[in-house]
Every structure is written in structure tokens, then in C-alpha cells.
């Protein structure tokens, strides 16, 4: 038995069928009214189209085969990932790359016009610790605030 063979029900949704060969619904329909899929059944039993054990067969042999029910080749589009494969994650840049302690002057600045006597090292610190991602588009006010307030706190 192969692998669609046991996955195969008594009945499926249309749904179901479009699930099982992985198309969508509007272009599982389109399909169906070209005759490349054929039309599901109403069994009396129910009240809604469903595909039997044959027409899921059927189904699933074009979909493999790629010639449809009318005889014309039919081309299926691949799906390009899978949906559980992760993103990939912006890299952040390595504490060897931090900018170059000159850029920091305007904080360095008014930390020490604020009476706080530092090193351009020890600000450059503080701001690798408190700002990991860079200081870039933020206000400048708030990250000499911040900063003061990180070199003004006693280490535990």
C-alpha cells in the first residue's frame, strides 16, 4: 500500500480533497469546471458535495500524473517551503563591531556637563550594555538620560 492509500477515507470534503493535493479551494473549483478534477458526488446520506473512495483515487492519480480527466497535461505549482520552517533572524552586530568611541563625544559630553567624571570607554560600555542593537535613529536626549542613570547606579 502506498502512503495516499492509507490516508484515504469512505468520504472527503471538498476541503479535504483540495488539502490532499495541496490546492486551494477557487483554484480546486477552476480545475473542476475545465475537467481536470471531477465533480464530487452528493451522496443521499448527505447534503453537501464529498469525494468517494474512487474519486479520491482519481484525484490524487492526476494530481500525481499531471494529466487531467479531460486527457490535457496539467502543471502544478510547487510550494517553495514549508510552513514550519523558521525565518531567518536578523543578525545583530558582534560587541567587536560597536561603533567607534569618537561617536560617542556629543554623550560623553554632557554626561560630563552633568558633573560625572568618565572614560570614553566606560560610556561606550554602557552603551553596548544598554543599547545592544546600536543607538541609531534614537533620541539622543533619551540615551544620554539612560546612560547617566547606568553609570550613576552602584553595581551589585
Avoid at 30 to 49: Q, T, Y
Wanted: aromatic content about 6%.
Amino acid at each position: 500500500m502506498n502512503a495516499p492509500e492509507l490516508s484515504i477515507k469512505a468520504a472527503v470534503s471538498v476541503s479535504e480533497m483540495c488539502e490532499m493535493c495541496s490546492i486551494s479551494r477557487s483554484r480546486w473549483y477552476e480545475m473542476v469546471a475545465s475537467g481536470i478534477f471531477p465533480k464530487p458526488v452528493h451522496l443521499p446520506s448527505m447534503n453537501r458535495p464529498v469525494y468517494d473512495r474512487t474519486l479520491q483515487e482519481k484525484c490524487l492519480q492526476i494530481k500525481q500524473t499531471g494529466i487531467g480527466l479531460n486527457g490535457a497535461p496539467v502543471l502544478f505549482n510547487r510550494k517553495l517551503k514549508k510552513a514550519g520552517q523558521p525565518r531567518q533572524k536578523p543578525q545583530r552586530p558582534l560587541k567587536d563591531e560597536r561603533p567607534n568611541i569618537r561617536s560617542f563625544e556629543p554623550i560623553i559630553e554632557a554626561i560630563k556637563g552633568l558633573g560625572l567624571t568618565t572614560t570614553p570607554q566606560v560610556v561606550s560600555d554602557a552603551v553596548a550594555v544598554l543599547y545592544p542593537t546600536g543607538i541609531e535613529g534614537l533620541d539622543l536626549g533619551d540615551v544620554i538620560r539612560n546612560v547617566f542613570l547606568h553609570l550613576q547606579c552602584p553595581k551589585k
